[in-house]
């Protein structure tokens, strides 16, 4: 394992810079100069390899680093936050580029990062780790479709998933004065359980005639499509100061307005989360 | 009283307030250049700055909170167990610009002072004795934090800043970002380490053949191969079992003296015998650095490097052997020795040159500058005469190495001009020309929208 620092060295060309190691290593020149060209393709930095360091941009010095890596073709990268310094805007193009190129270099690469767009977009398998314990390490559809518990179910996706507290009744768990739809062997997964939490993302939800009684406080209209977001109805205005924000994505053909009350069901009752109030787990 | 964004947070054992008036809202890399002072350092990949506080100086660096408030800790433990490192003052969190944007922590260190980061040393010109010197001086310190179970993990040259000390170099760490400290350290630790040293090293001292500034007779592969020589030898003495003739007990006391003359202490030492006393093996467990130190320490109250405190006891001792005073408690010999050699020497030296060496380096050098004297005139120069003929002859003409910057030049060699005279990392001014076209940058990226959220649609598409 080789710690890649990523200083770079002032007095030589990015060349240079990029292919030391492999100068150390007693590797041919002919050899050397033709990874280094490699590399330098992959990185779109061909027309840097002979210039000094010194004019670079952040995200180019970065570059010319992640060069010093690819010519010693390891097994195994290791990427710690590596766009963490740069702008907005140059992130979501770097990250584009890096994600083709682990495509093209075809080596396995673990990533990390704070950003779960990053994650999620770029990952073939993203590992969701808390407080030093990993919590779920599956495809990012995987996460999105079946997170394992409350943590992931809230961590991935945004808008984020709704999670809803509610009592376990006949046939499903009752929020506010609506039962969402519950299939009896999830309920017995609960065993002894008076209250479990379903989780529904936005744009699971849908306006229905029966369903969660919600105050629409906000409407924002983004495209072809809106979200609601809105708190449970029923609720006095102390209580819906401190109330769980429930968030809804809905046609912007039909949007409803702000103030009025709405239901909203799910669109697809399979596709409801249940987890385990004590355990965390999921159940369904 | 407006505050322009958050108020800054101070995490410091000892605060200096005059820290608190500082342009925290600027990031450390536009600070105006009356905060600044230019003085020779190695590179790193974050800001780093030489800053003017009051009548010090300090070393402020612009990094993530967790790696600075670690770094801090680390520096402070190093400290604890008298390794050579720099001193931690502050790391400076909760800062933001004037749009209420948030900038990363500045973790501050003290100056140390008569430092010489290899830069400078090269930009003057470096012997290859010198060089030597300097990666004895590296090895010595990468042992004394393994023995500790210190785990470096960045070691280079651009990391330590070296001390003169009599007639070699004593090093000390700078950054400390990566570091861990254990227990003790596993073999494999150490060889993570030295192969970091490795690569690291042979960086730099390209870098600085290709910046024309390392001896034509030096070669960066033979450099890096003898630091990995220097440290097994080292770590084989300070460590390694031993197994002799139970006839042979003088050899305990023989490792011992080795372990004093390489300036090592012994706190702990197994000594174990075979069943029938045929064999005795031993295996030091504890050894502490500055050996010579800590003696000049306890009998004269002068701290300094371990090869200072080395060559002032031999002073003393000549001294002690002179004055016929081989029966007299050392302590009472080692404060007239103070008395009447060491304390005329310093005074001798006029206020205004007392920048250019520390005090033991000065003495050291006046009893080299005697010796030399004597041979050529043949007779005994007294030490007063002789620190005179040093002043004048020597100190006068070195360069100031307290940390005046006006005197060390902007880091620059006497051709080439650093393109920013507070960051080596940028490089000089004479390495311009027109920035070619960057296919990653141009600006044209309308065909990388970016959706801001999770799109979890697009992601269903391509049917990952």
């Excluded at chain 1, 999620?120 to 969701?128: E, I, K, L, P």
């Excluded at chain 2, 350092?41 to 700055?49: F, M």
């Excluded at chain 2, 006068?396 to 030049?409: H, W």
């Excluded at chain 2, 141009?442 to 979890?456: E, K, Q």
């Amino acid at each position: 394992m080789v710690f890649q620092n990523y200083a770079l060295y002032p007095h030589m060309t990015v060349a240079d810079n990029m292919g030391f190691a492999l100068k150390m290593a007693g590797v041919p020149k002919a050899e050397r100069d033709a990874r280094v060209l490699e590399a330098a393709n992959l990185l779109g930095l061909e027309s840097f390899l002979a210039r000094k360091p010194k004019a670079l941009s952040g995200g180019q010095r970065q570059r010319v680093a992640m060069g010093r890596a690819i010519v010693r073709s390891p097994q195994v990268f290791l990427m710690d936050e590596p766009l963490s310094n740069l702008d907005a805007k140059l992130r979501v193009s770097t990250r584009t580029q890096i994600a083709a190129l682990q495509t093209r270099l075809g080596v396995t690469t673990v990533y990390v990062t704070h950003d779960q767009v990053e994650a999620m977009t770029m990952g073939d398998r993203v590992a969701v780790m808390k407080d030093g314990l990993l919590q779920q390490v599956d495809s990012p559809l995987s996460l999105y479709d079946a997170p394992t518990n409350l943590f992931v179910a809230g961590f991935i996706g945004s808008p984020a998933m709704n999670l809803l507290t509610g009592n376990v009744v006949e046939g499903g768990v009752k929020v506010g004065d609506y039962i969402v739809p519950v299939p009896r062997e999830t309920l017995a997964k609960a065993a002894g359980e008076k209250t479990l939490v379903v989780g529904i993302r936005p744009e699971n939800f849908q306006l229905a005639e029966a369903g969660i009684g919600v105050d629409v406080d906000v409407v924002e209209e983004l495209g072809a499509d809106g979200f609601v977001y809105g708190t449970l109805s029923g609720l006095s205005p102390e209580q819906k100061l401190a109330a769980q924000q429930i968030v809804a994505r809905v046609s912007a053909r039909t949007p409803p307005h702000r103030g009025t009350a709405v239901k909203l069901a799910a669109k697809n009752p399979e596709t409801v989360h249940v987890f385990s109030e004590k355990t965390q787990a999921r159940l369904s | 009283m407006v505050y322009k964004g958050d108020v800054p947070r101070f995490l410091a054992s000892r605060p200096d307030s005059l820290l608190i008036p500082l342009p925290w809202d600027v990031p450390l890399a536009e600070w105006p250049a009356e905060y600044l002072v230019a003085l020779p350092r190695g590179i790193s990949r974050h800001v780093v700055r030489f800053i003017q506080v009051g009548s010090s100086v300090y070393a402020a660096k612009e990094v993530i909170e967790h790696l600075a408030i670690h770094e801090y800790r680390m520096l402070t433990d190093l400290r604890r167990t008298d390794t050579p490192a720099v001193e931690p003052l502050a790391v400076v969190t909760g800062r933001t610009d004037d749009h209420g944007e948030p900038l990363d922590p500045v973790l501050i260190t003290r100056h140390l002072e008569f430092s010489l980061p290899y830069r400078s040393l090269f930009d003057h010109g470096v012997r290859p004795e010198t060089v030597s010197r300097l990666l004895d001086a590296l090895v010595v310190l990468l042992v004394r934090l393994h023995l500790i179970g210190f785990l470096w993990g960045d070691v280079s040259l651009s990391n330590v800043l070296f001390r003169r000390d009599a007639g070699q170099f004593a090093a000390y760490l700078v950054d400390a970002e990566t570091a861990e400290i254990h227990e003790s350290l596993t073999n494999g630790q150490r060889e993570h380490d030295l192969t970091i040293a490795t690569t690291n090293l042979y960086g730099e001292f390209s870098d600085l053949e290709a910046g024309r500034m390392l001896d034509a007779s030096l070669d960066p592969l033979n450099l890096v191969e003898s630091i990995l020589s220097r440290y097994r030898d080292l770590w084989a003495e300070l460590t390694d079992a031993e197994e002799f003739s139970g006839q042979e007990t003088y050899r305990i006391e023989n490792r011992v003296r080795r372990l004093n003359a390489l300036g090592f202490d012994v706190a702990e030492l197994d000594i174990r015998t075979s069943a029938d006393g045929s064999t005795i093996r031993i295996q030091p467990k504890v050894v502490d650095a500055g050996h010579h130190s800590r003696r000049l320490l306890r009998l004269a109250g002068l701290d300094t490097e371990e090869n200072q405190a080395r060559r002032l006891l031999n002073d003393l001792d000549t001294f002690r052997a002179r004055t016929n005073q081989g029966h007299v408690d050392e302590a009472v010999v080692a404060h007239q020795w103070l008395t009447e050699c060491f304390q005329p020497v310093v005074t001798a030296v006029p206020h205004d040159l007392r920048g250019k060496r520390e005090a033991a380096q000065i003495f050291h050098e006046v009893l080299d500058y005697r010796w030399y004297a004597s041979q050529r005139e043949h007779r005994e120069v007294p030490l007063l005469e002789a620190t005179w003929g040093y002043i004048q002859d020597v100190l006068q003409a070195l360069p100031d190495e307290a940390m005046e910057a006006t005197t060390l030049g902007l880091m620059s060699g006497e051709h080439r001009q650093l393109a920013n005279p507070f960051d080596p990392s940028q490089g000089f001014t004479d390495d311009s020309g027109p920035m070619p076209v960057d296919p990653w940058e141009t600006d044209d990226d309308d065909d990388v929208p970016d959706p801001g959220f999770l799109d979890i649609e697009a992601l269903r598409r391509r049917g990952r």
